[in-house]
């Protein structure tokens, strides 16, 4: 898996419609979440053009 820095933009592979987000969305990565024994874990804001936050 990727490792990823805070304030790092990332690309949205899959459809999350029940979000309201869709692939080729653009996200900054805002938190780092690190479990012993798990997976590193993201917290990723997406804005619109408008700066909207879906």
Same mark, same amino acid.
Do not use: C
């Given at each position: 898996?990727?490792? +990823?820095?805070?304030?790092?933009?990332? *690309? =949205?592979?899959?459809?999350?419609?029940?979000?309201?987000? +869709?692939? $080729?969305? /653009? $996200?900054? /990565? /805002?938190?780092?979440?690190? *479990? =012993?024994?798990?997976e590193? $874990?993201?917290? /990723?804001? +997406? +804005?619109?053009?408008?700066?909207t936050?879906p």
């Open positions: 898996m990727m490792e +990823f820095s805070l304030y790092e933009d990332v *690309l =949205l592979l899959i459809d999350m419609p029940e979000e309201g987000m +869709f692939a $080729g969305a /653009v $996200g900054t /990565v /805002v938190d780092r979440h690190e *479990l =012993l024994g798990n590193m $874990g993201y917290s /990723v804001e +997406f +804005f619109d053009a408008d700066g936050t």
